[in-house]
């Protein structure tokens, strides 16, 4: 398999954690790279249902080392309930088969505080963020006041520097007005989630170039999506990670001559959770899909907003990853529809773009312009082989899969790990 980037080439919820897991019964070791608990990777193992926010998807299969890298924004509360939650559902998290980086930055309780605080004063222009203190960390690490996960376990041993950073942090809270942190308490948890957590800590850098020097297979997986990328994405309505390809590389300390080959994940439609534009959305998708009781956010269960697949992202998607193969999700979400529209261009004030624009704003006033394509109303969730699909369907995504500008490489047809096509 190689060193495989997986990416997801639209607004996030693309499928990523089903189409990693099935990816991960060729690799080796499994490593997220950027992004925090904001990410939720939904994976079923028969009728098991696994929500993975931090812990890699890879975890699922046995054998498989995952990894937190020094990319991602790490919150030890919520990775020891996550740890505690899979244990419940029979997987066991060991520091052999997790490892994470020392030099993960951490998410601490003000940092939560603050980025709901931004959004109640932000008003109606707010990003409608996941709440998991995910800007205001990145923001810390960027201003070089962070606290990383090796501050965290050295906490005992330079008790004073915690402590330190701790009182700094509630100077600005109350400076911003909010709700001064209980220092004793924050000491108290932390401490013991740096018990829980020391054992996992690592130079995850020296162990991954180790790894590959031996020849390991590395799956690299990508949170959020592509528009999401705090540099390629619709700014500000985006997280704040680099979600493209290039974190990868930044967030594992893996060189980009390492890398092999990116895939990127698509739904055959578009969703969107939060704020922000969204060109192609659509009401009548919207219904249908949240009438078969999909598209709920796998995090904090909002409703996502759906629309027709927008190839003028896709396109952008495939440039700024260097998307090498596709994998379409969600083939199944399309089953019921009679025609079904593609986005192929934008029209913005008499002038027809076929790039997305670098101002949200302009964005959010594009009017897409649609190729229509023939449905092929019949069920694909039964369907295992590629040349048993409908002939539609198979000409509705390669034609996607075409106007993207990537090779068709896997064809999800239900959430389940045997729904799935290789080409
Ligand atoms: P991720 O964040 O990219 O991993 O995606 P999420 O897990 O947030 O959302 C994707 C949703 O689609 C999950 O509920 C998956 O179980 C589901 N899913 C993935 N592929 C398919 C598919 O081909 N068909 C159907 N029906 N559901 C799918
Ligand atoms: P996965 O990995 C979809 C969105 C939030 C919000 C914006 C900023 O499951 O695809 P943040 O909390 O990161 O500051 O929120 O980004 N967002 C996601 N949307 N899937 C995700 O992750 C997301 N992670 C963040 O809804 O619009
Ligand atoms: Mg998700």
Known sequence: MANVILVGAQWGDEG????????????????????GNNAGHTVFVGPTKYVLHLIPSGILRAGTTCVIGNGVVLDPVGLVAEIDGLAKLGVHVTPQNLVISETAHVVF??????????????????IGTTKRGIGPTYGDKAARV???????????????????????????????????????????EYTRCADRLRPFVTNTVVMLHEATRRGANVLFEGA??????????????VTSSNTTAGGACTGSGVPPNRMDRVVGVMKAYTTRVGEGPLPTENAEISDLLHGMGREFGATTGRMRRCGWFDAVATRHAAMVNGIDELAVTNVDGLDSVKSIRVCSSYQFEGQTLRHIPSDADVLARCEPVFE?????ETPTDGIRRWEDLPVNCRH???S????????????????????????
């Open 224 to 237: 959020q999506g592509t528009f999401l990328d705090i540099d390629h994405g619709t700014y500000p309505y």
């Open 16 to 35: 990523k954690g089903k189409i990693i897991d099935v990816l991960t019964e060729q690799a080796d070791i499994v490593v997220r790279t950027q992004g």
């Open 109 to 126: 309780p003000w940092h939560r505080e603050l980025d709901g605080q931004r959004e109640v004063r932000k008003g109606n222009q707010k």
């Open 372 to 376: 229509e394509f023939p449905g092929w």
């Open 146 to 188: 962070g606290m990383r996960v090796i501050d965290l376990v050295n906490a005992a041993r330079f008790p004073a520097r915690f402590r330190e950073r701790l009182s700094e942090n509630n100077e600005i809270l109350q400076a911003l007005g909010a709700q001064p942190i209980d220092s004793d308490s924050v000491l108290a």
């Open 400 to 423: 996607i899969a075409q106007m993207t500008g990537a090779r068709l490489s896997i064809v999800s047809v239900g959430p389940a790990r045997d729904q799935t096509m290789f080409l």
């Open 396 to 398: 509705y995504l390669l």
